[in-house]
């Protein structure tokens, strides 16, 4: 997929997209997995993990804040 492509090559390219919030929560709403590439700071967003994780719904029973 071409979208995903380009958000990896651009959160690889620049460290300090990763750490953009509203550039990562955009990237995981379309590509949930995205978030894997992202700031540790965001990894602990709890708005950023459930949109990343929205397909999944099983797998939010196990998240803790």
């Known amino acids: 997929t071409e979208g995903l492509t380009d ?6 390219a620049d460290d300090s997209l990763k750490a953009d919030r509203e550039v990562v929560l955009e990237a995981v ?3 949930g ?7 540790e700071s ?3 967003d709890r708005e ?6 929205k397909p999944f719904p099983l797998p ?4 803790i804040w």
Do not use: G, M, N, S
């Open 60 to 63: 939010k029973i196990f998240l």
């Open 29 to 31: 709403k379309t590509y």
């Open 42 to 44: 965001l990894k602990a």
């Open 7 to 12: 958000y990896l090559r651009a959160l690889d």
């Open 48 to 53: 950023v993990v459930l949109e990343a994780t």
């Open 33 to 39: 997995y995205v978030l894997e590439f992202a700031d």
